[in-house]
């Protein structure tokens, strides 16, 4: 089968020093898609940015974990802080999600208010994922769907970073890798009966903030056959928000990497395609 690769970016919008990133990952090297966040402190500038790169695919980013919101935080109480803040713990935000009624409504409101803001920028929806994945989750994956169904929503991210590669490349997948692994087909089944294009495979979950040169270089040889969505967290530089939420992360390091000459060379001599959402569905340019 042919191997394709969709070269993507997260947490557009979110700083000025990740739209910088982006930005250059796009024009000098192999980024192709990127996923906004509609409420980051930096969005306008991230659609301003888009809108100069025709090139670039953009899809939404949906917030319901450590972000801001994009509703009023008095329309939302039960979901955000009083400055419109989601909250870190992803255990309790599950658990909440999953059986406080007053809370399912509030959420449905605002993930639903986060596609209407990407519509009125007035980019072409690309696809759709959630920051820290939490798509997982059955009742947000499936309040995504729905909510982008409306909106022209055609493809989406599901996380199913094949344990196999990792392991190939020496590194040991986590105690919750079978259990992540069940939630992405769970998304799957859900995203193929709304009729959603999926990506095959993911990469950037156990690399996570280092998707660096030297760990691409080894990870392109063995990318399975089929369509990858690697991932990315680029910024041209550090800031105090990315200091504060990624402190670990190599931003820098991963704009490195998306630039790098030797990885793009990689990906030609591997014989991988490099592609789109949009090219997959055959959205029109």
């Known amino acids: 089968m042919l191997r394709r690769a969709i070269i993507s970016a997260d947490d557009f919008g979110l700083s000025l020093a990740v739209n910088e990133g982006i930005e250059r990952a796009h024009r000098e090297g192999l980024l192709s898609t990127a996923s906004l966040m509609v409420a980051g402190d930096a969005a306008e500038d991230a659609v301003r940015r888009a809108r100069a790169m025709p090139d670039l695919r953009v899809g939404l ?18 979901l955000v802080d009083g400055d419109g803040q989601f909250p870190s713990d992803q255990m309790r ?28 920028t007035g980019l072409p ?15 947000v994956g499936r309040m995504i769907i729905e909510a982008g169904r409306s909106h022209g929503l055609r493809a989406l991210r599901v996380p199913a970073e094949p344990a196999r590669i990792l392991g190939a490349l020496g590194s040991r997948p986590g105690p919750g890798a079978r259990a992540l692994l069940a939630w992405t087909r769970l998304l799957r089944r859900q995203a193929h009966r709304a009729g959603l294009v999926t990506n095959d495979h993911a990469f950037g979950l156990a690399w996570s903030g280092g998707m660096t040169e030297d760990r691409l270089l080894r990870l392109i040889p063995r990318l399975p056959a089929g369509l990858s969505e690697i ?26 990497a998306l630039i790098s ?25």
Do not use: C
């Open 61 to 78: 980013h949906v917030v319901a974990i450590e972000g801001p919101a994009a509703l009023p935080p008095s329309e939302i109480a039960a």
């Open 93 to 120: 935000l599950g658990l909440s999600y999953a059986f406080r009624a007053t809370v399912k409504r509030q959420l449905a409101r605002e993930i639903a208010t986060q596609f209407r803001a990407f519509e009125a």
């Open 125 to 139: 929806l690309d696809h759709a994922n959630a920051h820290k994945h939490m798509h997982l989750h059955p009742v």
């Open 231 to 256: 991932y990315f967290h680029p910024a041209a530089g550090r800031d105090a928000l990315l200091d504060r939420l990624m402190p670990a992360y190599a931003h820098e390091g991963e704009l490195a």
């Open 261 to 285: 000459p030797a990885v793009m060379s990689a990906f030609v001599g591997a014989g991988i395609q490099r592609t789109t959402y949009a090219e997959t569905v055959g959205m029109p340019r």
